[in-house]
């Protein structure tokens, strides 16, 4: 049984030609290739095979693609800035499948997440109704109603990582 189809007449002649066009020329002596043709007439295509084959986890592309995902989380984890390390630790992978396809999210729930991806301009962050805020410079505790904050540059820590599952091919 053939990649987890059932066997067929069919697979059975389209494997025995692959592999014989794979070793042509390959044998002791031989100073030019084998040519070989076949003619399929008939395939039977078992859907419900296939798409168990493609989409569930039973399948070896769907194995591929989840080492490729975890491969694009770490790296994620290791670009990310690190202050406090919560939203290193909050990076996510969700691979998910259904009979259309599968599909990879890679994401954080922090509500900071998107502006440490995309950047942020210069801005004024004022404490929410008559608070103030609290924060700690040079072991000073400071509390005040609003700060200039300067802004920061992206760092496209998720975005970087789609070339694990671009370059190489998937071949199974």
């Given at each position: 049984?053939?990649?987890?189809?059932?066997?067929?007449?069919?697979?059975?002649?389209?494997?025995?030609?692959?592999?014989?066009?794979?070793?042509?020329?390959?044998?002791?002596?031989?100073?030019?290739?084998?040519?070989t043709?076949?003619?399929?007439?008939?395939?039977?295509?078992?859907?419900?095979?296939?798409?168990?084959?493609?989409?569930?986890?039973?399948?070896?592309?769907?194995?591929?693609?989840?080492?490729?995902?975890?491969?694009?989380?770490?790296?994620a984890?290791?670009?990310?800035?690190?202050?406090?390390?919560?939203?290193?630790?909050?990076?996510?992978?969700?691979?998910?499948?259904?009979?259309?396809?599968?599909y990879?999210?890679?994401?954080?729930?922090?509500?900071?997440?998107?502006?440490?991806?995309?950047?942020?301009?210069?801005?004024?962050?004022?404490?929410?109704?008559?608070?103030?805020?609290?924060?700690?410079?040079?072991?000073?505790?400071?509390?005040?109603?609003?700060?200039?904050?300067?802004?920061?540059?992206?760092?496209?820590?998720?975005?970087?990582?789609l070339?694990?599952?671009?370059?190489?091919?998937?071949?199974i």
């Amino acid at each position: 049984m053939p990649r987890g189809l059932p066997d067929s007449w069919g697979t059975y002649a389209i494997g025995k030609a692959a592999r014989a066009f794979k070793n042509a020329g390959r044998g002791r002596g031989v100073t030019g290739g084998i040519t070989t043709t076949y003619t399929i007439t008939k395939v039977n295509v078992y859907k419900s095979a296939l798409k168990t084959f493609l989409n569930t986890p039973a399948g070896p592309l769907w194995r591929e693609v989840e080492k490729r995902a975890v491969l694009a989380q770490m790296q994620a984890r290791k670009s990310v800035g690190v202050k406090t390390g919560a939203l290193r630790s909050s990076i996510y992978k969700r691979h998910l499948g259904n009979s259309t396809g599968q599909y990879v999210v890679i994401g954080s729930d922090k509500s900071y997440a998107y502006a440490h991806h995309e950047g942020t301009k210069p801005h004024i962050i004022t404490a929410s109704s008559g608070k103030n805020l609290k924060f700690s410079k040079n072991g000073r505790m400071i509390y005040t109603s609003s700060v200039f904050h300067p802004g920061n540059r992206p760092n496209k820590y998720l975005t970087r990582q789609l070339k694990y599952f671009v370059k190489p091919k998937i071949v199974i």
